[in-house]
């Protein structure tokens, strides 16, 4: 028996868009992102305060952003560019937090100027966004704290290997450094896991942020205003897999808090969470068509999509599940690499799939493209990155982002000058 992953839309639907947008495209879910959004939200509702900043990285379109700001979401922003896609949504101040790594000094500024949390990633960086934008008076920062658990974590790393982050005693001394140097109020940030199920791991996280509190206060007799566990929650990509169970997570967290930071009387604390992947990725769907097929050594499907469009398959060896639109009911005995066409062996969606007969002309649906899908785009080979589209709550589409066209390719040449 084959799991089912659904569709938030019929082949028809899927006929009539694709016959006013053309393929590839990526479409997103309004309806089940902002659901999704006040689960989260939901879960986290004993908190004093709690903030979720939405990881720009994941899905780096102004539409989404203002969706979720209407939410209630900030931003989580690693560049320039996404602190601007943040301001240009109408977030500021703490509705930003800046976690960055080898950050140069005009992205320093540009959180500076928007008012955002600045969240250090390396103890030098504290002499070094002296010199160029001053102590900002809250400042916060990334703890990395080396090896937990065993294997770590396929995308991230083993947090030890990770180039992220601060070692415990640099904490310590980091933060009574910037507190010699006019700093008055206090965050703290980790990220040690990416895409896992396990709801225990969030669960560790928060147990051992909250004991650093403590430790920190005892030891330096600074009160931290803001406590940031990351973000790194799963989603069930293949079809057997269960989401995590945040309110499970809300319940464990909310008697930590209540045993840790309110028996030592060093509440009120903002719980804050950074999670991209989580909220958008499962309602986000590449839909593509199939251009060729060639039987040689394997049997291979060609879209009209490829790893420009979608690299994790061909960058992690990721699963993302395939339906073939109107054959969901059809027995998958045939087994397919679904290809792209780039100049790359690994331009691959899927290896050795099984899947119902695929005919040239069938419209596929790649699954669970909502987060660092379109978002990881590139130009290799002069593809071109495909349009977004918004599947909207009362079931009309919008177009959120158009395709790339050869003259954007192009643009940063002068051909004139040959």
Known sequence: LVAKKSLP???EQLEQIIEQYGTPFHIYD????????RRLIKAFSWAPKFKEYFAVKATPNPYILKILKEEGFGADCSSLAELVL???VGLNGHEIMFTSNNTPAHEYQKAKELGAIINLDDITHIDYIEKHIGIPEFISFRYN???????????IGKPEEAKYGLTREQLFEAYHKVRSMGAERFGIHTMIISNELDPGFFVETANMMFDLVIEIYNRLGIRIELVNLGGGIGIPYRPEQEPVDLEYI???IH???QAKIEGNGLGPLTIAMESGRMITGPYGYLVARVLHKKNIYKNYVGLDACMADLMRPGMYGAYHHITIAGKEDWPHDHIYDVT?????????????RPLPRIDIGDIVVIHDTGAHGHAMGFNYNGKLRSKELLLKEDGTVEMIRRAETLDDYFATLDFSRL
């Open 250 to 252: 809300g319940r464990e």
């Open 30 to 37: 309004e309806k089940a992102i902002r659901a999704n959004a």
């Open 145 to 155: 704290p080396g090896p937990l658990r065993k294997g770590g974590n396929a995308i």
């Open 9 to 11: 839309f019929t082949k």
């Open 340 to 352: 792209g066409g780039l100049c790359e062996n690994n331009d691959k969606f899927a290896i050795d």
């Open 86 to 88: 943040a301001e240009r």
């Open 255 to 257: 008697a930590l808090y």
